[in-house]
């Protein structure tokens, strides 16, 4: 049997055997076929790019827009290939009724994924286009060119794609191979095109969620739990009925629904007050995190191991780092609408993934996913597995007691803080060893972590799942190894180590529920990595920016270091002025996405022990880029962002309760914190694959801000938050 | 009942009195801009203008704005023809998922409205109260700028 034909047979089976659940769940990882990028999951041209019989272009993709700027990054390939102009194309969103299935948008991965099936169906049609034109010219495809959308023949006849439409199949599965416009004559990739969403975003548009009314549309609000694992044991429901809102109980799932919506929200806190729960959380001493974390039963699993001769130790250094729970913290918590209709329910939901929603919430439901019909609407930015997928499963489960009746669910400030899935609490050690002449011979590294990927699939993995009267089990995580990693993301350092051993003690247990938070495991451990290497500089006498390069074979990472390193203006030995200080930090995203590197200068205010980032400056190779525009900006947020996480956050709680539910007990970076001056360098590669770079900066950065407070204040700060 | 004057022109609606001026605008009169945020004016997202003043929409009852003048986000243009403020935005790309950028605009609406030629230190200070999560702090303060001049 030949490959091809064996794949055909038992493609469902290669599929889950090839890919190890988890990364299939953060869309990562190869198809069944040998057909690049999405295309091996929709291999027919028409599931990314329809040509209308007026000869408007549609692109579709199975990948949803976060506020990352894909809808726009996909437009621009699409546009380039197509050669047509970027205004006279429209784009469609994860849609279970239109789209093709790409998983979740996650990881990096939308241009390795959808962006790459968009540029080769866009190709393929383009050429299809041209072959009709040269059927109707009788003259050889050779002999023709497009632009503009039109195929221009030899002696300047222009025929506009539009007349060449008829008896255009595009229902054709995608050949393997594409042939591209040579990236020289690139007119929409590489360059910074304004974002499509924006207009609408900036004027008070119908661009989120939050914003949909449909007719006879009902509020309804969600009465959660005190804590995890509480039982509704009373409830006075007819503390609703002054409010005018109905009540909706399903075991522990406790909702209200009225026509106002400031009405379900009074009605909702009623209902909170007299609602009694049994509790029997038990949560850990966040007090001593560390010991928390390592009290956890674990399941090691190797990760690098590999040994060569190298010289003898003449200094060990050891060091251990911890990381407490944080939020994804989007400013608007999360919503959604359902709608439960004679021919199905239809959910709108700023979901990462509307085919693995819809899927777990048919499983809650007991519903065929044929059934539900799941459409991305955006939400407030995610950076994660936030509480949208709870959010769809509340609207749906609710919308199911409504028939008829649109139902729209929005999450209070209280609930997005205390119930999304926090990214994990995780601890690091690392020791390593340096030679006579102060290179790294020895380093033994392990990363204390629970799974960074609780995404739905399994009903059990949303909360009205398990509050109702099913009670659906959270699914046991398991470890498992793959490219892209989850706790164990990035704990392989990419330098030159002739000895190297690294463990991820996974943890099962979740004491407090987690998931997928923006780079997941690489934050940490590029934390940890990059902080020790620092420290190990420090113990050699040299540069920092020095000593990775002496350890840093890889000729892409080598010209970021040194491009972040000249854009910020490092000097030799890294010496700031007085209460400052500057520090660096380089990887590349999951060793093998996109590299970045990141230099900033803090400012150390002795008497507080507060850092505050006085400027960054960032250098990142992603491949070719398709906005840069849309590169920087997402890198800027990277920075930002990271410098919130390391300098302020964390989620507090006792031992039953969650504690930290605002943002004044849950305190981020403000405009007081940012920075004066944020700097991104772009080494475009004409020509190479797409790398994901959404998440490149949070590990640099983090630890960039470190070695700056250190060399500042003499300090080393291991643990996350430095305000402790 | 309540009666004011939105973006220039007189409404009155129907919503108890108690009802934060946030869902009367977005519940009442299906306007998008403000957002909920917080509920608690920690974040700004729901940031409107009344009287020329910031205020936090979420914190402020319908009964408190009886007669006065409110501008939202949707009173300084159109996304076909936007205003100075949505025009430098645009120009900025000052956006990332975007949410909390309607109530930074009118934060900085109600800044320039007072101070047209801010400083640095001054769009920093007035832009205190307004979270975003994304980090395009960078970009907004230079969008802010930039309508400035």
């Known amino acids: ?724 | 009942m309540a009666a004011f004057e939105l973006n220039g022109r007189n409404v009155t609606v129907d919503a108890e009195p108690d009802t934060p001026l946030l869902y009367v605008l977005r519940d009442g009169l299906k306007l998008n801009a403000a957002k909920y945020g917080c509920g608690l004016g920690q974040c700004g997202a729901c940031t409107v203008m009344v009287n020329g003043e910031a205020v936090f929409s979420c914190l402020t009852p319908v009964s408190m704005i009886e007669g006065k003048r409110v501008t939202t986000l949707e009173g300084l243009g159109t996304a076909l023809a936007p205003g100075k403020l949505q025009q430098a935005f645009i120009d900025e790309q000052a956006a990332q998922c975007g949410y909390c950028i309607p109530g930074m605009m009118m934060r900085a609406a109600a800044l320039l409205a007072k101070t047209p030629h801010p400083t640095d230190a001054q769009i920093r200070e007035a832009m205190q109260p307004n979270l975003c999560r994304c980090g395009t702090h960078m970009r907004i303060l230079r969008a802010v700028k930039r309508a400035s001049e």
């Open chain 1, 1 to 724: 049997m030949k490959r091809r034909e064996f794949l055909a047979r038992s493609g469902a089976l290669v599929v889950s055997f090839a890919l190890p659940r988890a990364t299939a769940q953060e869309g990562g990882g190869a198809g069944s076929s040998n057909l690049p990028g999405s295309l091996a999951k929709a291999p027919a041209l028409d599931a990314w790019i329809r040509v209308g019989a007026n000869g408007s272009i549609t692109v579709f993709t199975g990948k949803a827009e976060l506020g990352q700027g894909i809808k726009t990054a996909l437009l621009q390939i699409a546009a380039e290939e197509l050669d047509v102009a970027f205004a006279a194309l429209t784009i469609v969103t994860a849609d279970t009724a239109r789209t093709a299935n790409e998983g979740y948008t996650a990881g990096s991965n939308s241009l390795k994924d959808s962006g790459v099936a968009i540029r080769n169906a866009a190709a393929q049609v383009r050429a299809l286009l041209v072959a009709q034109a040269a059927k109707r010219l009788g003259a050889g495809a050779d002999s023709l060119h497009t632009a503009d959308g039109a195929v221009v023949s030899g002696d300047g006849k222009r025929i506009p794609y539009a007349e060449l439409v008829d008896g255009l199949d595009l229902h054709v599965e995608a050949a393997p191979m594409s042939t591209f416009k040579d990236p020289k004559q690139y007119r929409v990739v590489s360059r910074p095109v304004a974002r499509v969403d924006i207009p609408a975003k900036v004027s008070g548009g119908a661009a989120y969620v939050q914003d949909l009314r449909l007719p006879g549309m009902v509020h309804a609000r969600v009465v959660r739990p005190p804590s995890y694992g509480a039982t509704l044991a009373a409830v006075d429901e007819a503390g609703a009925a002054p409010f005018g809102a109905k009540v909706v109980r399903d075991g522990s799932f406790l909702a209200v629904v009225a026509p106002r919506e400031w009405s379900a929200i009074k009605a909702m806190r009623a209902l909170e007050r007299s609602a009694r729960w049994d509790e029997r959380a038990r949560l850990p001493d966040i007090a001593h995190l560390a010991d928390a974390v390592l009290g956890l039963p674990a399941e090691d699993m190797v990760v690098e191991d590999h040994h060569a001769a190298a010289p003898g130790s003449a200094r060990t250094l050891e060091a251990t780092f911890t990381r407490h729970y944080q939020v994804h913290g989007s400013i608007g918590p999360s919503c959604a609408v359902a709608w439960m209709k004679d021919d199905g329910l239809t959910i709108w939901s700023h979901t990462q993934g509307v085919y693995p929603d819809r899927q777990a919430i048919a499983e809650m439901l007991g519903l065929p996913p044929a059934r539900i019909r799941m459409i991305h609407a955006e939400g407030s930015g995610c950076y994660g597995h936030n509480g949208a997928d709870d959010a769809a499963a509340d609207a749906a489960l609710i919308a199911t007691r409504l028939p008829g009746t649109p139902v729209r669910v929005q999450w209070m400030r209280e609930q997005e803080h205390a119930w999304e899935p926090f990214g994990p609490a995780m601890v690091t050690k690392v020791r390593a060893a340096l030679d006579g002449s102060g290179r790294i011979v020895d380093w033994d590294y392990g990363v204390w972590s629970n799974s960074h990927s609780t995404r739905p699939g399994p009903a059990g993995s949303l909360l009205a799942a398990q509050h109702g009267a099913k009670a659906f089990a959270p699914p046991r995580q398991k470890v498992s190894k793959s490219a892209d990693g989850l706790g164990d993301r990035n704990s392989v350092p990419l330098y030159s180590i002739p000895n190297l051993h690294v463990v991820h003690h996974f943890l099962p247990d979740m004491p407090v529920r987690v998931s997928a938070l923006r780079s997941l495991g690489a934050y940490m451990n590029v934390f940890s990595i990059e902080s020790f290497m620092d420290e190990l500089a420090a113990a050699a006498g040299a540069d920092p920016v020095e000593f990775r390069l002496s350890h840093l074979e890889d000729a892409r990472g080598r010209d970021v270091v040194q491009a972040a390193a000249r854009r910020f203006g490092w000097p030799r030995g890294g010496s700031a002025p007085a209460g400052h200080g500057y520090g660096f930090a380089f990887a590349r995203y999951k060793n093998h996405a996109a590299y970045c590197a990141v230099a900033v200068e803090v400012a150390w205010d002795a008497e507080r022990s507060r850092a505050r980032v006085l400027r960054a400056a960032a250098a990142v190779d992603s491949g070719q880029v398709v906005n840069p525009d849309g590169l920087r900006n997402q890198l800027e947020g990277a920075i930002l962002q990271s410098a919130s996480w390391t300098l302020f956050e964390k989620v507090s709680f006792d031992r039953q309760r969650i504690r930290s539910t605002d943002w004044s007990t849950y305190p981020i970076l403000r405009f007081d914190g940012v920075p004066e001056k944020v700097e991104i360098e772009i080494l475009d590669r004409p020509g190479a694959p797409y790398l994901g770079s959404g998440e490149c900066g949070q590990g640099p950065a983090a630890a960039a801000i470190a070695n700056a407070v250190a060399r500042a204040s003499g300090k080393r700060l291991r643990d996350i938050p430095f305000r402790g």
